[in-house]
């Protein structure tokens, strides 16, 4: 089974561009998470969406924004870049089963420098 | 707010010690606690998710407990091949797809 895959791995940017980072979750799994990794900050939630609805945010500035589409692949994107959104950011992939059991996969990441 | 704190920060075990993490919780609702091994640069690797106080799940030299306010890993006999970062964290049942991390215990096993 394909585990979570995100791309593009590493980016680097400029201040003041934007961009957008994409994840594919685990087949047949409806929810994905956005996490934010600094070594000073640790893993800071960004997002949730399921079935293409955002069930959560947490608190970040407006210019980070996401989307899921039909197929449970999920984008997130950031606009006019700051040097303190270099990070890790992760995604995971959740599959609630009818038990009410969760297990989360994370993706490798990607490596986000802003320069 | 749901509050997650691991201690210690780093261990350094020898090849054969085995001990102990910690993962203290508070949070309104607990729906799952999760416990991930992360190598750097990589991203967290699932372990175990634990959902009611006094279940225990194993996985090789691992072994994770839960009360109602904090949670325990235990490494039996660790190896340097288990030195990585281990993190926790917490769903509940008010914060739909959410999960709030701790900031982690670096392990190292000396050979």
């Known amino acids: 089974k394909a585990g979570v895959t995100q791309t593009p791995r590493y980016l680097i940017k400029t201040r003041g561009q934007q961009v957008t980072l994409s994840c594919s979750p685990i087949?047949?799994?409806?929810?994905v998470s956005w996490y934010q990794q600094t070594p000073g900050q640790g893993l800071q939630f960004l997002f949730e969406?399921?079935?293409?609805?955002?069930?959560n945010k947490g608190n970040f500035p407006g210019r980070f924004s996401g989307r899921q589409f039909s197929n449970s692949r999920s984008e997130m994107n950031v606009s006019t870049l700051e040097l303190g959104d270099s990070a890790l950011y992760l995604c995971?992939?959740?599959?609630?089963?009818?038990?009410?059991?969760?297990?989360?996969?994370f993706g490798p990441g990607t490596r986000l420098t802003v320069t | 707010e749901d509050q997650v704190t691991q201690s210690p920060e780093a261990l350094r075990l020898q090849e054969g010690e085995s001990s102990s993490l910690n993962c203290s919780y508070t949070?309104?609702?607990?729906?799952?606690l999760f416990w991930y091994r992360q190598d750097p640069g990589k991203g967290p690797e699932f372990l175990f998710t634990?959902?009611?106080a006094g279940e225990e799940k194993e996985k090789e030299r691992l072994k994770a407990t839960l009360t109602k306010k904090e949670s325990f890993l235990h490494i039996t006999a660790p190896k340097p091949e288990d030195s990585a970062t281990y993190l926790c964290?917490?769903?509940?049942?008010?914060?739909?797809?959410?999960?709030?991390f701790g900031d982690g215990t670096t392990l190292t096993v000396k050979p």
């Open positions: 634990l959902y009611s």
């Open positions: 964290a917490v769903l509940t049942n008010t914060n739909a797809g959410k999960s709030t």
């Open positions: 995971a992939s959740t599959n609630p089963t009818g038990t009410g059991t969760y297990e989360q996969y």
């Open positions: 087949s047949g799994h409806r929810s």
């Open positions: 949070v309104s609702g607990l729906r799952g």
């Open positions: 969406y399921f079935s293409e609805t955002q069930r």
